[in-house]
């Protein structure tokens, strides 16, 4: 059965009020426990939904000056670390590109090419 998967609460409440073996047909089954979610078990679940009201308090008491201020601070520190790796980085394939040997293809200018191949 597909309701196993379900939270505890909710399978435990659908097999209780909605058994499948009450129906004839599977569909007749899903139909009834549309209704059953639908009627009971989705009210249940939004009575239990914090009031939005409470979401801007929530967020004042956690956002204070301090908080602010320390996380710009651990930013910033990120910002210089990040900042130092990547000059590191660039002055290590700076020198990478010094130290390998450079091949040049001596090839002729176009106009001597010509000249040469006639």
Do not use: C
Request: no cysteine; hydrophobic share 35%.
């Amino acid at each position: 059965m597909r309701i196993d998967f379900l939270p505890g609460e909710f399978r435990d409440h659908l097999k209780e009020k909605v058994p499948e073996d009450n129906y004839e047909t599977t569909s007749q089954w899903i139909v009834a426990l549309k209704r059953e979610v639908d009627g009971v078990l989705l009210p249940m679940v939004r009575k239990r939904q914090p009031k939005s009201d409470y979401y801007a308090e929530t967020a004042a008491n956690f956002l204070t000056n301090e908080r602010l201020m320390a996380d710009l601070d651990i930013e910033e520190r990120f910002d210089a670390g990040i900042d130092r790796a990547l000059k590191r980085l660039f002055s290590l394939k700076a020198a990478e590109q010094l130290d390998r040997p450079r091949v040049v293809e001596s090839k002729p200018p176009p106009r001597l090419q010509q000249t040469v191949s006639t």
